[in-house]
């Protein structure tokens, strides 16, 4: 129906270019100006006989001519003009430029577009993504067909390390900590696979108790393990993420993704579209919503949505006032470093209470080794890689600054 209702409509713009084209090249219409000839004429011979009756004398006789003969020079210009136009064939070159422009288009369409193609009605559009979201192959289905994730080759004594860590992990399955390094180690070898089945044996184990950080991990290597595709498994994890923590990012960002791989972008749209005012732009999922958000926001009928402006800068991150910097200079040795402990352990505890960015967690690391607590920085490491699991960018910010502070 609509390529019809193309076709009508480029049918009526052509019937209307091509009217007065026709019309110039009909000549049943006598011109204006041939009409006009021959009045003027008569008013010559009307002149005439007035003189002749000595109703007006020679030299209104005269004027009158001269001004009527003005009137017939113009006239006879005009039907010039209008039989000229009769005779151009510039009017016929035109409808045939029209009709190999109609052909061309016909043509074009008929090898590019999809005239047998049915109405898609919204109802019908809605009823095919309910069916492609009940179609989803089952994660064992997507796992099989999924392509190897490629990580750089370990090396022997690496991976002596993690044959021991499994060894350990088999003799003591209820080892939360041991299926933490498990999942993380796992996935470090390309062993999505196994890192899945790791995190799923931790969330398991803690039950209740799991956050949303640790589902979303969970639904992040379920959904890597699927080749991207978020199979009902990995919907599960996001739901118990999101029913934890209904803020969290990841599983937002997932959800979101869910609703675009099953063709609702109308859903799609508002999660992202959230989660792109937030930031910060530094996250890891900002950037591919970024790209493709202008499309989605078309498709989910919202095409006057102007995506908000990247920020400029990071935000600084939490530092001493100028006030404790002026203090500082007058302080002991003693006082300043007591002043530093301060800030770094007020820093860790809001880290721990409300979370934070990872560039803020690679400041703790560092300013834990300068201010001489390498085991617990160590510590705290660990917990950020935790933390971040599933966020290759955040990690590789963590794992930069626990090389520059000399952690393994």
Known sequence: MFWMICAALAGVVAIAIAAPLLRRQGAGAEPAAAYDLRVYRDQLREVGRDLERGVIDQADAERLRIEIGRKVLAADRALERAGGAR???????????????????????????????????IARRIAESQALYEDRPSQAEAEAKAPK??????????????????????????????????????????????????????????????????????????????????????EQAVAGALQRDPHNPQARFMAGLLHLQNGRPDRAFPIWAGLLAEGPESAPWIAPIRAAIPDLAWFAGRPDYTPPEPASAAPALPGPDADAMAAAGDMTPEQRQQMIEGMVKGLETRLAAQGGTPEEWARLISSLVVIGQKDHAADILDEARQRFSADPTARAAIEAAAQKAGLE
Do not use: C, M
């Open 149 to 234: 994730p490629q990580r750089p080759a370990p090396d022997a004594d690496y991976v002596a390390l993690i044959e021991r860590l499994r060894e350990a992990v088999a003799k003591n399955p209820d080892d939360p900590r041991g299926l933490e390094l498990l999942a993380e180690h796992e996935e470090k070898l390309g062993n999505v696979v196994a890192a899945k089945e790791a995190q799923r044996r931790l969330v398991a184990l803690k039950g209740d108790t799991a956050g949303a950080e640790d589902l979303a991990r969970l639904a992040g290597l379920t959904i890597e393990a699927a080749g991207g595709l978020i199979t009902s498994e990995a």
């Open 87 to 121: 005779r151009a064939p510039g009017g016929w070159a035109a409808l045939v430029v029209l009709a190999l422009l109609l052909a061309g288009a016909f043509l074009l369409y008929q090898r590019v577009g999809q005239p047998e193609r049915p109405d898609a009605p």
